[in-house]
């Protein structure tokens, strides 16, 4: 019969939001089929079990009760796939920037958006999420959604939180490019490193009664302010102005989608809630008979505007994802591949001319390995699906494809309740093996037991 000895050792700080650290000892398995010796998996050395620090982009932090960022994550930071040339991150974010740098120019042939691109995506709480008005209940703020360096540091969830901060340096249009950090689902469209494009225009009340002459509208449109926020305009602003600044902002979005996708691509706009913009929208194109969302925006809150230094003006912001754009645009069908180092998908990106069309080509598709894990949930109803997510990140790396909850069952004497997931397995660049599958399998079996108190049902 099959002996097997493993001796793990996982630490996870307060709420079991910290970093994975496992020390292997011996993991042995034989078994009729003559199985071969399980590769010992460590995730840290033992120095780096006891450090009390977190190095950064150079810059060292103090780990404290609220640290859960992995070694795998900031292995990420300081990559910024928008700089590297002949990457489809780097091409799309210049044909936007080319588009909207050609199109809005002052009278001497300057653009008028000012692109920046190398922010450090190390921020404060304040920069997340008070100066963007997130309230202190949103879920945003909770550890299983963010990567937290400590309580006074973290990685930004999205590059809206530099917006004030480029405003107070006196910009009045800007795009903001960058790698943000979320937690996520795994599957072929999530990964926990991305990247954004913020845009961002602010108007003198002067300017924006330019820009109503120039579009003529109506002579009756309503300037009075009346008391109170309703869905259509926030307290401060009068019809005309939330007209304006709804026109300007949908005329320029779309621009860019249409720049992307042509001309003749199907668009709807969907009403939606933002913390930071009111009202706010999401604009949807048609592709494949199915509308898929593009990108959020809004009119500016002026609360923000005015803790920015810029309260009297009005503007609009917008925020969309590099790697779902190019996805789309590129017919890429596996978000992982942007990491990727293999010269068959980045020789297809190799050009001088960011508007040349480009279809991505599939490779050899290497055969993927379900494996299918069921346990009982906590009895204290204490399981996070986010942090087997990403324990299962943690120990599979990029090679896991998706993980799908296949079952639920609940016991009807008991009530406890139990989950069936379909682990799918699959690398990139090579054939997995069978034996991998299995290594990786018990470090997930085990972690999920010790870390977040399932039992396993189908050892």
């Not at 530099?162 to 950090?181: N, P």
């Not at 509308?291 to 917008?318: D, H, N, R, Y």
């Not at 001319?353 to 290497?366: A, C, E, G, L, M």
């Amino acid at each position: 019969m099959t002996t097997l000895n493993v001796n793990f050792v996982f630490i996870y700080y307060r709420n079991m939001y910290s970093i994975l650290r496992s020390s292997l000892k011996q993991i042995l398995l034989r078994s009729n089929q003559s199985l071969s010796v399980l590769r010992a998996v460590a995730t840290t050395t033992q120095q780096q079990q006891h450090d009390t620090t977190i190095t950064i982009g150079g810059k060292e932090y103090k780990r404290d009760h609220m640290t859960n960022i992995r070694n795998k994550i900031i292995d990420h930071v300081g990559v910024n796939l928008h700089h590297h040339g002949n990457h489809p991150i780097n091409l799309i974010k210049q044909r936007i920037v080319n588009y909207i740098q050609t199109v809005y120019q002052d009278r001497v042939g300057h653009p008028t958006f000012a692109s920046v691109d190398t922010l450090p995506p190390v921020v404060t709480p304040q920069q997340n999420f008070d100066s963007l008005l997130v309230s202190h209940d949103h879920v945003s703020r909770l550890p299983s959604d963010t990567f937290y360096i400590n309580s006074e540091s973290l990685l930004r969830t999205h590059t809206s939180a530099h917006q004030a901060e480029v405003l107070r340096a006196g910009a009045d249009a800007f795009l903001l490019t960058g790698d943000v950090y979320r937690k996520d689902q795994i599957d072929s469209n999530h990964y926990p490193v991305f990247h954004q494009m913020e845009g961002a225009r602010i108007y003198t009340h002067t300017q924006l009664h330019n820009i109503h002459t120039q579009r003529r509208h109506d002579d009756d449109t309503d300037y009075i302010i009346t008391p109170g926020r309703n869905p259509r305009r926030q307290e401060k602003h009068d019809v005309a102005t939330v007209t304006l600044l709804e026109n300007d902002l949908k005329d320029t979005v779309e621009g860019v989608v249409e720049c992307l996708f042509g001309s003749d691509v199907e668009k709807r706009w969907v009403s939606c809630y933002f913390p930071f913009t009111h009202p706010s929208w999401e604009l949807e194109i048609l592709q494949n008979d199915e509308w898929v969302e593009v990108l959020g925006c809004g009119i500016i809150e002026q609360q923000i505007l005015e803790g920015s230094g810029a309260g009297e003006k009005v503007g609009w912001a917008f925020g969309l994802g590099l790697e779902r754009l190019a996805m789309i645009l590129y017919r890429i069908p596996d978000i992982r591949l942007f990491w990727s180092h293999d010269q068959r998908f980045l020789s297809q990106f190799v050009t001088d001319d960011p508007q040349r069309p480009i279809t991505f080509k599939p490779f050899s598709k290497y055969p993927p390995i379900p494996d299918d894990v069921s346990f009982w949930l906590p009895e204290n109803g204490a399981f996070s699906l986010v942090e087997f997510h990403q324990l299962i990140r943690d120990i599979a790396g990029d090679v896991i494809e998706s993980v799908c909850l296949i079952d639920e069952y609940r016991d009807s004497e008991t009530a406890r309740v139990s989950h069936c997931y379909r682990l799918m397995f699959r690398h990139m660049e090579r054939t997995l093996t069978q034996t991998e599958v299995n290594e990786m399998r018990a470090l997930i079996d085990t972690g999920a037991t010790t870390l977040l108190g399932v039992e396993i049902r189908n050892k």
